[in-house]
Nanobody, 124 residues
Framework: QVQLTESGGGSVQAGNSLKLSCSFS????????MGWFRQAPGDNRQFVAG????????IYRASVEGRFIISRDNAKNTVYLQMNSLKPEDAAAYYC?????????????????WGQGTQVTVFS
């Protein structure tokens, strides 16, 4: 079964950057679309970014477009989320997930596995 482990969270000042990593194991990584979601206290988990299994297609929620970059290294079984120009509203627990359905990358229920999450705090 798929196992995911996020890392790279932390506390940063607004305007600065963080890079999250998600390590994948248990199945062939190249078969999976990967997504990043986030959840702030009291809010529902929301889609942030997704990348297809071939590393050709990416998609972002509107509020992070142009600031966040999702990427993957299929040789290292790792997906990344580079977060630039961070804002206080980006603060949340960030989760990576794995799915085989690129067309439903924004749909949480279509994901096979989730990591435990990594916390991002942004102070002004």
């Amino acid at each position: 079964q798929v196992q995911l482990t996020e890392s790279g969270g932390g506390s940063v000042q607004a305007g600065n950057s963080l890079k999250l990593s998600c390590s994948f194991s248990g199945r062939p990584f190249s078969e999976y679309t990967m997504g990043w979601f986030r959840q702030a206290p009291g809010d529902n988990r929301q889609f942030v970014a997704g990348i297809d299994e071939t590393n050709s297609l990416t998609i972002y929620r509107a509020s992070v477009e142009g600031r966040f970059i999702i990427s993957r290294d299929n040789a290292k079984n790792t997906v990344y989320l580079q977060m630039n120009s961070l804002k206080p509203e980006d603060a949340a627990a960030y989760y990576c997930g794995a799915t085989k359905q690129w067309r439903l990358v924004k749909v949480q229920s279509k994901y096979e596995a989730w990591g435990q999450g990594t916390q991002v705090t942004v102070f002004s």
